[in-house]
């Protein structure tokens, strides 16, 4: 019986072992039996810890070093410290919290997110012209 795929194996009889295993197309004997079966054994494992870690990174933790003490992280910022604009974080990977250092870019490419900060406008500073 032949698979296909990237190569062909060929399901044979080795005497060597007493059972069917998939070895090349050959002559070759239990050695290459044992090399065969040992890659593809070590190939599906490596898929399967991949897909897993892949599958992980979905369902993870999202806060993972910001006050992991605390039963819940809550952060209160005077409207006067805002200035002309903030940018808060929203993904939990920024070195300023609760400010956005763009720590999110590397978050996006890793994990296929969309994620960005929130942005907040303060009021202009009081000028002559626009005091009234």
Known sequence: MTLGGAFTLTLVKD????????CPS??????KCVVT????????AALAVYLGYKLGQ?????????N????K???AIDIEDI????AFCRCWKSEKWPYCDGAH????KETGDNLGPVIIKGKPAATPENKE
């Not at 005497?15 to 998939?22: F, G, Q, R």
């Not at 050959?26 to 050695?31: I, K, M, P, R, W």
């Open 15 to 22: 005497k060597a072992c007493h059972m069917k295993t998939p």
């Open 26 to 31: 050959s002559n070759g004997g239990s050695t």
């Open 37 to 44: 079966t040992v890659a593809v054994l070590a190939g599906g």
């Open 58 to 66: 979905r369902s993870a933790r999202v806060n993972n070093k910001i």
């Open 68 to 71: 992991l003490s605390s039963p």
């Open 73 to 75: 992280v809550a952060d």
């Open 83 to 86: 200035g002309e604009k903030k």
């Open 105 to 108: 870019g590397k978050h996006n």
